[in-house]
């Protein structure tokens, strides 16, 4: 089978850019990884990888959509057939958006569509929800609320703060991110209308016990 190009975006720590490359996945070959910052740790991984990358600082460009211009020229300049945001901290416009539909994903720490945006694990605990996770879904021009690919469920311990929380999510999400992008190399996923498919059939999320 082909090798699935793959370009990622990131801005900062790259654990799930290292889950990703440790999971050396036959079926994915990872081209290049830009980040919008100049320190971002994630850049480090990618060098150790051997794997090509590039910074685009954000704050050199007068708008949003200069910005983006430049992404998307770098990114195309690498042909990858999937994109795939890995904490890349910024918003994308809706042409960027619209340019790689069906092959651009994202890790999000929460159970979508339950807390999109930022500081999930904080606003799980002011919540007093019973259950948080995370979830890989298909990046549409909605912040966070593209079709969900994958979750993964773990419970609220009754002791938990926001950094226990947030390092048994990161777990998980280093578990789910590699996989979706396998099922994806593999050609099984699809994105079709607000749908994510696999195999060709909706994609079911498990609604979980505990809430
Ligand atoms: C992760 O929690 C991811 O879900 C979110 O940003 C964080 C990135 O972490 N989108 P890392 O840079 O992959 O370590």
Known sequence: MEKLPLVALISGRGSNLKAIIDAADPLVEIRAVISNRPQAKGL????????????????????????????????????????????????????????????????????????????????????????????VHFVTEDLDAGPVIIQARIPVLPNDNEESLAARVLQEEHRIYPQAIHWF?????QLQGQRALLDGKPIILDKGNLQ
């Open 44 to 135: 480090l991984y990618a060098q150790q990888a051997g794997i090509a990358n590039e910074v685009l600082d954000h704050t050199l460009f007068k708008s949003r959509i200069d910005f983006d211009t430049a992404l998307q020229t770098r990114i195309n300049y690498y042909q990858p057939k999937l994109l795939i945001l890995a904490g890349f901290m910024r918003i994308l416009s809706p042409k960027f958006v619209a340019h790689y539909q069906s092959r651009f994903i994202n890790i999000h720490p929460s159970l979508l569509p339950a807390f999109r945006g930022l500081h999930t694990h904080k606003r799980v605990l002011e919540s007093g929800m019973k259950e948080h996770g995370a979830s």
């Open 185 to 189: 190399a593999q050609g099984r996923l």
